[in-house]
């Protein structure tokens, strides 16, 4: 899945700080941040897009590390709640994860023709989320929002196919 993302993956201080939250996360749980957990967390914030857990025993795996697809599994609902990945939803596609450690909420966009997701942040759609909540009674606390639509580029290639 191609991902247009505003920011670039995490730098190596990025990571160290996620790690040192991760190993602070898991130290009030009586938890170890063991040599899985951190190779786990690493591939996680190396990935720039949506991706699935099996992505990331792709990515351990290619990066010679080995790691069964149940202990990713294990370890994901620890990366939630510590706030490094978020579960997201990408229409067509399932659950996907993506990294969240020091980066704003943002919606999507999803091309229907060429699967692209660009990725925004547009304060009034948030504001007007939180009144229509309020407006129900509700304290929102989480939302899924999609933009489902054709890119710019099927757009034009659509046209030069049928130029009319
Ligand atoms: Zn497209
Ligand atoms: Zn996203």
Same mark, same amino acid.
């Given at each position: 899945?191609?991902t247009?993302?505003n920011?670039?993956?995490a730098?190596e201080?990025?990571?160290?700080?996620?790690?040192?939250?991760?190993?602070?996360?898991?130290?009030?749980?009586s938890?170890?941040?063991?040599?899985?957990?951190?190779?786990?967390?690493?591939?996680?914030?190396r990935?720039q $897009?949506?991706f699935?857990?099996e $992505?990331?025993v792709? $990515?351990?795996r290619?990066?010679?590390?080995a790691v069964?697809?149940?202990?990713?599994?294990?370890?994901i609902?620890?990366?939630?709640?510590?706030?490094?990945v978020?579960?997201?939803?990408v229409?067509?596609d399932g659950?996907?994860?993506?990294?969240a450690?020091?980066r704003?909420?943002h919606?999507?966009?999803?091309?229907r023709?060429?699967?692209?997701?660009?990725?925004?942040?547009?304060?009034a759609f948030?504001m007007?989320?939180?009144?229509?909540?309020?407006k129900?009674?509700?304290?929102?606390?989480d939302?899924v929002h999609?933009?489902?639509?054709?890119?710019?580029?099927?757009?034009?290639?659509?046209?030069?196919?049928s130029?009319d």
């Amino acid at each position: 899945m191609r991902t247009h993302r505003n920011s670039a993956p995490a730098a190596e201080a990025g990571v160290d700080q996620a790690l040192a939250s991760f190993q602070s996360f898991l130290h009030r749980r009586s938890l170890r941040v063991t040599p899985v957990r951190e190779a786990i967390l690493r591939a996680a914030l190396r990935r720039q $897009d949506h991706f699935r857990v099996e $992505d990331l025993v792709d $990515d351990i795996r290619r990066a010679g590390g080995a790691v069964s697809v149940a202990t990713v599994y294990r370890a994901i609902p620890l990366l939630v709640e510590a706030g490094i990945v978020e579960p997201t939803e990408v229409s067509g596609d399932g659950r996907c994860y993506e990294t969240a450690f020091g980066r704003e909420h943002h919606d999507h966009l999803i091309c229907r023709e060429c699967r692209r997701v660009v990725e925004f942040h547009f304060e009034a759609f948030e504001m007007l989320q939180r009144e229509v909540a309020a407006k129900y009674g509700f304290l929102l606390t989480d939302h899924v929002h999609e933009l489902i639509g054709v890119c710019g580029d099927c757009r034009q290639s659509r046209e030069a196919q049928s130029p009319d």
